[in-house]
């Protein structure tokens, strides 16, 4: 502890300027002991840790210790708390999944970021899509089947939609009577005249007799219901006759329509595709 | 400026060998001596063995004061406080820091000399010294002889039984945070997690440190509320005073001279037997925490002579100067003291009672804020949060009010099992036709019913958005 304070006795160095006397007083106890403490520390530090750069890199310290090191140890740590939920999730199918309303929850929460790095870019971050280029995922269109087990499917192997160009096979003036035919039927509006063409011209067998899409999406064309009021790409006539004449996907058809989702199944996890299907499918609620 | 004014800067420190700063240079060693105030004391400890005993304390099969952070649930005795429930902490640190006012006013550091835990811990380890190394004389001898087989017993003797106090401080501390029984046995098996060792070194240190070492330091240099409550003194609070007009001029009981003297005998015990080396005849100072064994002391003394008691004893400064003290409902600060106090129990007993048993949050999705449906609807995405707070299941409907046009997809998104004690996100979708929506926002509130159980309603306003005027 410190000395009391009485300067009229402490030492001084002899120099006095004006009746000022510089003191050699010592300096506190406490201050010389953090010094010490501190120095001690800094040695222990450099010894234990990478401190002094050198030409190439630093010295390592006997610990070892890296930030790199330090970070993934705590993302083993992350792995380490999930894993067994993720056992649980591989264990189980897309349906049992859903209905356990705990992993339900662990495998939206898991999905999100797993959807944010490779999903969001073309569905955005709430699955809402791009209107005309990439499909919305809240809605309650599935183009493809909105079940868990063709989810999974989907984000394993992709998909690929297939409508051919219709320019030159049909007469042109159809194709402007089967467009107007499609923007009326998707306001209620189609006509009985309109169906028939409709199926004359060979639409049915992939948009279906009614134009509703329905069984032939097992064909895996993603062929749309005309009938709903949602749009693959676009409402106006002009967009609908670009569709008709250029088809989707065609190739040497510089205006074809473009629809492809790339496969994940190898980029992903099948546990992370399978909590990614379970994220998917709470996005509208699912089919 | 006058000759007068023009002070040397020696004159400052004319008085300074009076000053007696203690600044730990020298070890305290108080006299123990039996009386009324030593016996409150020991009482006012006593209370502290709860804190050793409450770990173990069981009630419903489950610890009965739990602080369980990783569950974030804090469970005191049949009540579990949860976070959302912790408004109330503010209310008990409320409570507290008002208690230490009022009491403080009205007499002094109580806190300081009976119940706080450096006084108490303090305590019982200078009880130790006394026992095992003999009175303040013979500590005093036994620390300035050399060393020898017997003071290397009786010094190893009296740390051993510190550290083993000590020890069980920081472990009944961590025993608060988990499982007693099995923190023990983790201890035990050494295979506690590091937080808990870390909870247990730091306690251990720090209790073996200040009341072993620092003791009346810790008072005088490091506790904040040491200096608060001197500030909160005033004239009227109760404190050991040194009854001047009667105890002057001091001097030896066999006077010689048949002088005229006070009734102070100058025995010096009430110094003695200070815990903080406070010689209270010089007055009320920093040092004194109102422990009252310079009264016990000063009390056998005056006994011991034929004198009355009292020359040392709990007084105001002006019962001391002759003037009557207020009634307690007459002094200001007692009363609004009281106020605080009567409105911070009122609000914690409010909040107790009160914890709503589910607790309901809905989140709009915000993105997109609403979709449009292959029907032409429009659909809004809901994140209900409801925490089940009971300890049983909870089977209860939701619904939706005010907005006649939106209604709920599906059946099985209206009833819901809660499970006890959990937390399970889910998603409610609500649909609307598009011409029937009027604004691009309407207003609407959820309703959470119970259907078993005991009657809970929750409501949560929300909205449903819509692409009106698009």
Redesign the interface.
């Given at each position: 502890?410190?000395k009391?304070n009485?300067?009229?006795q402490a030492p001084d160095t002899g120099h006095e300027w004006d009746g000022i006397r510089e003191l050699t007083n010592p300096p506190p106890r406490w201050w010389m002991i953090s010094l010490h403490a501190s120095w001690i520390f800094a040695v222990g530090y450099i010894i234990l840790y990478p401190s002094i750069p050198l030409v190439h890199e630093s010295t390592k310290g006997l610990l070892g210790w890296t930030q790199i090191k330090e970070f993934k140890e705590d993302v083993a740590e992350n792995e380490k708390i999930k894993a067994p939920f993720l056992k649980q999730v591989a264990a189980m199918d897309g349906e049992a999944l859903l209905a356990d309303?705990?992993l339900r929850?662990f495998s939206e929460s898991s999905a999100k970021a797993i959807f944010g790095d490779n999903c969001a870019a073309c569905h955005?971050?709430?699955?809402?899509g791009a209107p005309g280029l990439f499909p919305?995922l809240?809605?309650?269109?599935w183009l493809y089947g909105g079940d868990m087990e063709t989810i999974i499917e989907t984000i394993t192997d992709g998909r690929e939609g297939n409508m051919p160009a219709h320019k030159g096979e049909i007469a042109d003036a159809d194709i402007e009577a089967l467009a107007d035919f499609v923007v009326a039927s998707s306001q209620g509006k189609g006509t009985a005249k309109g169906l028939a063409l409709f199926n004359e011209s060979g639409c049915a067998d992939c948009h279906g007799e009614d134009a509703q899409g329905g069984f032939i999406n097992d064909l895996g064309t993603g062929a749309p219901?005309l009938t709903?009021?949602?749009w693959r790409f676009q409402s106006t006539r002009e967009g609908v006759l670009r569709t008709i004449r250029y088809g989707v996907n065609q190739e040497d058809v510089p205006q074809t329509r473009t629809a492809i989702m790339p496969a994940f199944g190898e980029k992903l996890s099948p546990e992370a595709i399978k909590m990614l299907a379970v994220k998917v499918h709470?996005?509208?609620?699912g089919k | 400026m006058s000759e007068q004014r023009q002070s040397k800067i020696e004159d400052i420190y004319i008085e300074s060998h009076e000053w007696h700063v203690n600044t730990g240079d020298e070890t305290i060693h108080a006299k123990r001596i039996a009386g009324r105030f030593r016996s409150f004391r020991w009482y006012a400890s006593a209370l502290w063995i709860l804190y050793f005993a409450m770990p173990y304390v069981r009630w419903d099969g489950q610890q009965a004061i739990l602080f369980d952070i990783p569950h974030r649930q804090f469970h005191l005795f049949a009540i579990t406080i949860w976070p959302q429930d912790l408004w109330m902490l503010s209310l008990v640190l409320i409570l507290l820091a008002i208690t230490l006012f009022a009491v403080t006013a009205i007499a002094g550091r109580v806190w300081c000399g009976y119940f706080c835990f450096q006084t108490v811990w303090t305590d019982w380890f200078t009880w130790l010294e006394d026992k095992i190394e003999g009175n303040p004389i013979q500590r005093r001898k036994l620390d300035a002889a050399p060393w020898s087989t017997r003071k290397i017993r009786l010094k190893s003797l009296k740390h051993i039984l510190w550290m083993l106090i000590a020890l069980l401080t920081g472990l009944s501390f961590a025993a608060y945070f988990t499982d007693a029984y099995d923190l023990w046995y983790r201890y035990l098996s050494l295979d506690a997690p590091l937080v808990a060792w870390v909870v247990l070194g730091s306690l251990f240190t720090v209790t073996y440190i200040f009341a072993g070492f620092m003791r009346e330091q810790v008072c005088f240099w490091l506790c904040p509320y040491a200096r608060i409550q001197s500030v909160m003194i005033d004239k009227d609070t109760e404190l050991p005073t040194y009854d001047v007009e009667r105890g002057e001029p001091r001097g030896k009981l066999h006077n010689k001279n048949n002088e005229k003297r006070g009734d102070c005998i100058d025995c010096h015990l009430c110094v003695g037997v200070c815990p903080t080396g406070v010689d209270i005849r010089t007055g009320m100072q920093e040092g004194c925490i109102t422990c009252g064994m310079c009264i016990d002391a000063c009390d056998s003394m005056m006994e011991k002579v034929g004198r009355p008691g009292g020359l040392i004893r709990y007084a105001s400064r002006k019962e001391m100067d002759g003037e009557m003290l207020p009634a307690l409902f007459k002094r200001p600060r007692v009363v609004i003291y009281s106020l605080i106090l009567a409105l911070a129990i009122g609000g914690i007993v409010y909040g107790l009672t009160h914890i709503p048993p589910v607790e309901l949050s809905v989140v709009h999705e915000r993105q997109p804020l609403f979709i449009q449906m292959s029907n032409g609807d429009i659909k809004n995405k809901y994140t209900i949060k409801a925490i089940n707070k009971t300890a049983n299941d909870l089977h209860m409907r939701l619904s939706i009010v005010g907005a006649e046009n939106v209604r709920i997809v599906g059946e099985e998104a209206q009833d819901i099992n809660f499970q006890a004690g959990t937390l399970i996100p889910f998603h409610v979708f609500l649909v609307a036709k598009r011409d029937a929506l009027k604004q691009e926002r309407t207003p609407l509130t959820f309703i959470l019913e119970s259907l078993n159980g005991a009657k809970i309603k929750l409501e949560y306003e929300s909205v449903f958005m819509g692409p009106v005027g698009k």
């Open positions: 502890m410190a009391q009485k300067p009229q309303a705990g929850n955005g971050s709430g699955g809402q919305s809240a809605d309650d269109a219901n709903d009021s949602l709470e996005l509208g609620g | -």
